[in-house]
């Protein structure tokens, strides 16, 4: 039984979810690679290799699960990913923290259309467990209470509690309007109400702008000029 745990694959080896499902000899389901199952795939794995690396006899051969940095006895993550820098959860278990950006289903929450809202930018939750995927990515199960829904979300999309938010901050990846007709050169190139997504944020002396891709082409345009799109129910 020892030895099943010693190939467990480690970080390196674990490069894609299929791999996941080929190593354990189970059939590709993409419905888990999602925000419903893909904290658990991650913590699953995690778990694994610290009870292989619990099991691991004195003076034997070292797991192939365990790259340098692993899993501490305190669950403290300490990954090496690319070999170079060590990747550590920012959040720990219990911590109530706010998602800034909107989470749509993307088609893994049951009973959900692909698309539908999940939870609202703004909405505060818990961190439950947390996991890594594909080496560069956190996953953190939050629990929001006001829904009573546990969803995955990526590192980058939460802050802490304590840190100022402003509600009407245009993010990256916000969905945008125009609210004024754009031109180049005399040309009209975005018209108005034209929707758009931020790719980059930018704050300087005249005030903040943003670069929006409008229909593949991107602009660099005022705040003044764009408005985001309200949330709904899906």
Same mark, same amino acid.
């Given at each position: 039984?020892? #030895?099943? %745990?010693?190939?467990?694959?480690?970080? /390196?080896?674990?490069?894609?979810?299929?791999?996941?499902?080929?190593?354990?000899?189970?059939?590709?389901?993409? #419905?888990?690679? $999602?925000?419903?199952?893909?904290? @658990?795939?991650?913590? %699953?794995? *995690?778990?694994?290799?610290?009870?292989?690396?619990?099991?691991?006899?004195?003076?034997?051969?070292?797991?192939?699960? &365990?790259?340098?940095?692993?899993?501490?006895?305190?669950? #403290? &993550?300490?990954?090496?990913?690319? $070999? #170079?820098?060590?990747?550590?959860?920012?959040?720990?278990?219990? +911590? +109530?923290?706010?998602?800034?950006?909107?989470?749509?289903?993307?088609?893994?929450?049951?009973? %959900?259309?692909? $698309?539908?809202?999940? @939870?609202? *930018?703004?909405?505060?939750?818990? @961190?439950?467990?947390?996991?890594?995927?594909?080496?560069?990515?956190?996953?953190?199960?939050?629990?929001?209470?006001?829904? /009573?829904?546990?969803?995955?979300?990526? +590192?980058?999309?939460?802050?802490?509690?304590?840190?100022?938010?402003?509600?009407?901050?245009?993010?990256?990846?916000?969905?945008v309007a125009c609210q004024m007709a754009l031109a180049v050169n005399g040309e009209v190139v975005v018209a108005v109400g034209q929707r758009g997504r931020i790719e980059a944020?930018?704050? $300087? +002396?005249?005030?903040?702008?943003?670069?929006?891709?409008?229909?593949?082409?991107?602009?660099? @345009?005022?705040?003044?000029?764009?408005?985001?799109?309200?949330?709904?129910?899906?």
């Amino acid at each position: 039984m020892m #030895e099943w %745990f010693y190939q467990i694959p480690g970080v /390196d080896e674990l490069r894609s979810a299929e791999s996941f499902f080929q190593f354990f000899a189970v059939p590709y389901q993409p #419905e888990l690679l $999602g925000r419903c199952c893909l904290p @658990v795939l991650a913590t %699953f794995h *995690r778990k694994l290799r610290a009870r292989g690396a619990a099991a691991k006899p004195a003076g034997g051969k070292r797991p192939r699960s &365990l790259a340098a940095g692993a899993t501490t006895a305190c669950g #403290e &993550l300490s990954a090496t990913v690319s $070999g #170079e820098r060590n990747m550590r959860p920012k959040f720990t278990f219990s +911590e +109530e923290v706010r998602v800034v950006r909107a989470i749509r289903n993307d088609g893994t929450v049951a009973g %959900f259309a692909p $698309g539908a809202l999940l @939870v609202r *930018r703004g909405s505060t939750g818990f @961190v439950r467990d947390w996991g890594v995927f594909l080496q560069d990515q956190i996953i953190y199960q939050i629990h929001f209470p006001q829904s /009573d829904r546990i969803i995955g979300c990526r +590192e980058q999309e939460l802050i802490p509690i304590t840190q100022p938010w402003l509600a009407g901050n245009l993010q990256y990846g916000d969905n945008v309007a125009c609210q004024m007709a754009l031109a180049v050169n005399g040309e009209v190139v975005v018209a108005v109400g034209q929707r758009g997504r931020i790719e980059a944020t930018d704050r $300087g +002396e005249t005030g903040d702008s943003y670069t929006v891709d409008f229909s593949g082409r991107w602009f660099r @345009v005022p705040a003044q000029a764009i408005t985001l799109i309200e949330e709904r129910e899906e």
